[in-house]
């Protein structure tokens, strides 16, 4: 048999591809043997090309299988709750969607239709997911560190166990000074206080002047007043701008239990490190501040992302972690914002939990989205270059 150019066989695919196509199974067969003789491709070969060829050409056949279950609007949609939600996974956007779509409604900032509504609220993870592969982008960025060692207490402020610890309720905190020095650490710049509480993952997030010792031990204070449980205990890295005696002092005063992490030991504060870059570095970045116009700002601006945060986005936390040889499994809990977390904790007063109730229903998403927005190109203006 004389040797077919890839040109001809081509055109014998095109001459056969609409009968292939609308031939059964049985038919498919034959069509295939006789393709194969005539042009020599293997079956699996020439299966590929009618493919290609019913992908790539025009079809006067109907689309085959179900329709779509979530149309464009819908998609839309989810999309713009996504990104209100902080671009987060399926898994964290379907646990918090209830929430998101009440308040939207509340404040009268979306209109939805019965059968969008229902969709949304039934919406999976894995559907989520895939629906926002194209729209999900992936970036790293990595900063400095600028913590120096404090050690005339170290003696005295004992490294965190875990055993003089309740981790299972609320109270007890890891600190750290996220510092916004740009490239250099150079000089005087602005650096956030960020507080995690471990039961609960309530965050709250101060910007002061300078990381000298009487600025972080304000902000603390100011903290410790704005969070909706009692403070219990305290954990920090060894920096002196914590490991100080006014610090010191201060929790022996209030009975408030002080530990530290080992130096150069990150995983000691895996919780406020996580809420570094998930909080802080993520809205703020890395760039170089100073001044108190630009602390201004940036306390204006966190005094929004607080309610943002505990209030909308749902965080997980892990239950388990096992090693079974090279492979470790983890086991992570459903995702729940840190506001349902206090609600659902017996340890804090309910006149406590109404309040937070309250300020919840009277709070607008998508307003504080635009205000926080507002506020973040006003505080890129003072972003200092290189």
Known sequence: MAKIDMATRHKIIERQKNRYHKASKKEKGRILDSVCITTGLSRDRAKKLFAVSDRVLPSSKSRSGRPPKYGKDVLRTLEEIWMLMDFASGRRLCAGMDDM???????KEYRFDEITLKLLREISPATVDRNLKRAKELFRIRGRSTTKPGTLLKKDIPIRLGTEWNENM??????????????????EYINTLDVTDIHTGWTE???VINKAQKHVFEALKNIRERLPFELLGIDS??????????????CKEECISFTRSRPYMKNDGCHVEQKNWHVIRRNIGYGRFEGIKAVCIMNQYYALLRLYSNFFLPSTKLISKVRDGAHVRKLYETPVTPFRRVLADDNIPQDSKDELTALFH?????????????LLDSLAALEFPG
């Open 101 to 107: 779509l009440d308040a939207l409604i509340r404040a």
């Open 170 to 187: 609320p109270g007890f905190v890891e600190i750290d000074l996220v510092a916004h020095c740009g490239a250099t650490t150079a000089g």
């Open 205 to 207: 997030t101060i910007a």
């Open 237 to 250: 890295d060894s920096g002196s701008e914590f490991i100080n005696n006014e610090l010191f002092r201060y």
């Open 362 to 374: 009277s709070l607008n998403p998508v307003s504080l989205n635009r205000d926080m927005i507002t």
